[in-house]
């Protein structure tokens, strides 16, 4: 999963980099390695999942990326540029498991926050096709309270889409839908994705979601969280539900399963150390 960063008619896009990443928290007086000697690359327009036990790290390692929070050792860069350069640049857009929205705005203008945030006269022409691109024509003047949970998280995706951004960061977007659901936005998001092919990077709990949509399923384990194998996906697009009864599917996510749940990725239960277990890991 080596690459350059590539030229393309848009301008340089840009190849993720992460080298030796280290993370530490303080707790209580107690020192939490979040993440230790992460690294990964991946080249322009790949779909990336991380996966892994509660606690390992993956929410971390995503603020990382946004260029939300920095690294106490290693580097992250986007084809040179460092993740603050690409978020102050609007380069980068982010959808997190709460949807987030504005409860006043209409979905048109929660769509339109990050011009605003930045600065940015807004696109609306811009905004009129991500509403499309997200099956939302007809909802623009509604309040998200008026959406369901799923209406919600599209929005939320079509936000971060807003700004057209090389680098698109999705952690848990579908964890709080029933299977149903999560099923119907996996065959979305990767409708958008083949549409704009952001380099996009997916935090998941679901071995089903990341095989069915990445490139690359990158394996963490905890304490210190890191990457503990990475696994390729090689099935061509566009993916379809009926791949899931395949047994080249089945092989790929029993690999996977056997990774998560063999003994050779610590649990949370099992890594946890006396000091820590005062303090909630996991995350709602
Ligand atoms: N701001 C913080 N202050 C203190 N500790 C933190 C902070 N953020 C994360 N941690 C710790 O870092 C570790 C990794 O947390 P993180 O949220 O990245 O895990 P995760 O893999 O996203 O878990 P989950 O799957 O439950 O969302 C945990 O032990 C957590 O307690
Ligand atoms: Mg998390």
Known sequence: MMAASMETSAGVTRALSVAHVDRHFELKGDRVQALGDVSLEAPVGTFIALLGPSGCGKSTLLRLLAGLDSPDGGSIEFGG????T???AGR???AFQDPALLPWRTIRRNIALPYQVLGRPVDTAR?????RLVGLSGFEEARPAQLSGGMRQRVAIARALATEPDVLLLDEPFGALDEILRRQMNLELQRIWLDLSPTTVLVTHAIEEAVFLADVVFVMSARPGRISEMVTVPFERPRSQSLLRTPEFH??????????FSG????????LEPAETSAPTSQP
């Open 251 to 260: 092989a790929i996510a029993d690999h996977i399963s056997d990774l998560l």
């Open 92 to 94: 980068i857009g982010v």
């Open 81 to 84: 540029a460092s993740p603050e």
């Open 127 to 131: 905004i009129e096709d991500l509403i």
């Open 86 to 88: 690409m978020r102050r």
């Open 264 to 271: 050779s990725i610590p649990a949370l239960t099992t890594a």
